[in-house]
């Protein structure tokens, strides 16, 4: 068995109103930097995997994004995989 | 001025506990997941910021994820920016 990390980016779908976002970029303006715009916020996993080959830790990753980790509604995620 | 994207990753610091990782490990259980271990949930942040170099836009991140994203006392962040 082979020790993966994956990290995964899970995010708000682009055409979902992100309202926690919205709200920090306006804090940004009072803290004297209203260059910044736009922001989006999701969540950021990471988790270890044991599997025979990185296909599988592949396919198991996906499977827990899936079901579990991403509500495929309103968000969209990706990810990564390595060995460790 | 240049448009920069910034993707940036807020996670709990190894020495905190991350309650909420801990919770959806044991949920890969019951998914049939359970070599999936060690789940650590934190906030993935993109932006668009205009600067009129990368050095700037870096600089402006930084002091946007030290005063306003990330809490330094429990959290630690990594970026990267790149112009788009």
Same mark, same amino acid.
């Given at each position: ?8 980016? /899970? ?16 804090s ?24 025979p ?7 198991? /990753? ?23």
């Amino acid at each position: 068995m082979i020790k993966f990390q994956a990290e995964i980016d /899970v995010m708000p779908k682009k055409e979902i109103l992100d309202p926690q976002g919205k709200a920090v970029t306006g804090s940004m303006k009072n803290l004297g930097l209203a260059e910044i715009q736009n922001i989006r916020i999701g969540k950021h996993i990471t988790l270890e995997i044991e599997a025979p080959t990185a296909e599988i830790a592949h396919a198991k /990753v996906e499977e827990a994004c899936k079901n579990l980790l991403a509500n495929l509604i309103m968000e969209s995620y990706t990810f990564k995989i390595e060995a460790v």
